[in-house]
């Protein structure tokens, strides 16, 4: 969702060192569904038609660019002392245009939409500024807003500058503000570290505005949950916990039954079909699209995955770059592996492993089997304890199968090797070499049974 407005800057302060965390890795970068906390920020921002996305590092700043090297769109600032969020601001305004509105959000604040953001740039304009306020039963730590007879905005008193009869106030700051970027530029240079912190505090451009006769336009998100951050583990866990409702909730919106909302984890992007069943204990992570119909039992990993229309996935089993066609059957316990592909019918068992294979229509591998770097027909049946061995210590050989073979139990197929149509392998077989269609392949040591052979008994 873009803003209306034609010039779009956005700030995000992502310079401190969240020292409450107690960790090495800068605060901005802990991750909330798999993903560093100024990643969610960074992505929603860029959905708003932001004309520059300027970040602003301090503490770690070689970790954060690091992190987000692929990423083009941001210009990085580094504010070298933390001496506030008024002075980290000024660190970016050689990169802010007079005509522009400014959108200033923060890096540990991951879970406000892109629709709020656009809201507080739309109230923008020469004689209005907008503020992201929120009312809190418990306000304690937040900026108040301060209103005036007209119930007009005039001021925001930090925590630790208030007095009693200010800090009843319940309509707190959350920092999150859109400002012209010429007002901007005219009142930063007028901010004073006169206050109890020692800081340049960006707050402090509030009450100029209303100096100025600039209206300050108070915008609400949909929820106080919207406006979290974290500045310690303990609410690390609550931002997680919130995100991952969220997520939950939409999937039921769209048509997914899931039934403990709280123990399904989305970490990524899921898309649903009609008629979706999702147990417990589920993770999806990266992209995930899910057919209709589909039953996906307890405890499953889903990553980066395409399953088709009335597929079940049963309990425990784990999907990483794998494409499932129509009416699949998987589980318990399976291990798909990147490069699987089965097509429409296909069965994949009970702890059996795939990886870079392609399972043909209404093939079966049911049992305690490792299929790797190999293509089965259709209507194929593989064995308990089949192998594919296609790894000769250097590289990596195929095994062909083609339509209605049958591979017995404990059968080894040494790749590179092709099994025809229609042939069979015996059980216990160690195949090295082709198998002709409709041929039958009988490769085992021949069994001998010896009589009065003496037994082991126990040494004394």
Avoid at 394 to 420: H, M, Q, R, W, Y
Wanted: aromatic fraction near 4%; include cysteine.
């Amino acid at each position: 969702m873009e803003a209306n407005t034609v010039n779009l800057d956005i700030v995000i302060l992502a310079a401190g060192q969240g020292t409450r965390m107690k960790s090495a890795l800068p605060k901005i970068l802990h991750p909330v569904a798999g993903k560093p906390m100024v990643g969610h920020v960074i992505d929603t921002c860029k959905q708003i038609g932001a004309r520059k996305l300027n970040v602003v590092v301090g503490h770690g700043a070689d970790k954060v660019r690091a992190q987000f090297s692929e990423e083009t769109s941001i210009n990085w600032v580094e504010q070298l002392q933390q001496l506030g969020t008024g002075h980290a601001v000024q660190m970016t305004m050689d990169h802010l245009s007079d005509d522009s509105v400014v959108l200033i959000c923060y890096g540990d604040g991951p879970l406000i939409k892109a629709e709020t953001f656009s809201a507080l740039a739309n109230d923008v304009s020469e004689q209005s500024m907008a503020l992201l306020t929120v009312i809190m039963d418990d306000p304690t730590g937040y900026g108040r807003i301060m209103r005036n007879d007209s119930n007009s905005i005039v001021a925001i008193v930090e925590q630790k500058d208030g007095n009693s009869e200010q800090l009843a106030v319940k309509e707190i700051n959350t920092g999150v503000m859109a400002v012209r970027g010429k007002q901007l530029k005219r009142w930063l240079p007028q901010l004073s570290d006169n206050n109890a912190q020692g800081e340049y505090y960006l707050t402090d451009i509030i009450a100029m505005a209303a100096a100025d006769g600039i209206e300050v336009i108070a915008s609400h998100p949909d929820s106080v949950d919207e406006v979290m951050g974290a500045n310690n583990r303990v609410q690390l866990a609550e931002l997680e916990r919130c995100y991952q409702r969220l997520q939950a909730e939409q999937l039921m919106i769209n048509g997914a039954t899931l039934f403990d909302p709280a123990r399904v984890d989305v970490r990524g992007t899921v898309t649903t079909g009609t008629d979706v069943t999702i147990d417990v204990n589920c993770v999806f992570v990266g992209t995930v699209s899910i057919g209709n119909n589909v039953v996906i039992e307890p405890n499953c990993f889903i990553t980066d995955s395409t399953i088709g229309d009335n597929t079940v996935i049963k309990a425990n089993s784990v999907l990483e770059q794998a494409v499932v066609g129509e009416h699949c059957d998987i589980g318990p316990f399976a291990r798909l592996r990147p490069g699987t592909i089965l097509a429409n019918k296909a069965k994949i068992g009970n702890f059996v492993e795939t990886k870079k294979a392609r399972i043909g229509e209404g093939s079966k591998v049911n049992h305690l089997s490792y299929i790797g770097d190999a293509e089965i027909g259709k209507s194929a049946n593989i064995g308990a304890g089949t192998i594919t061995c296609n790894y000769d210590g250097v590289n990596k050989s195929k095994t062909e199968i083609g339509d209605n073979a049958f591979i017995g139990s404990n059968s080894s197929l040494v790749a590179p090797v092709k099994i025809g149509a229609m042939a069979t392998v015996g059980a216990g077989a160690t195949v090295t070499s082709n198998v002709g269609e409709q041929e039958l392949a009988v490769a085992r040591a021949k069994q001998r049974n010896i009589s009065n052979w003496q037994r082991p008994v126990k040494k004394p």
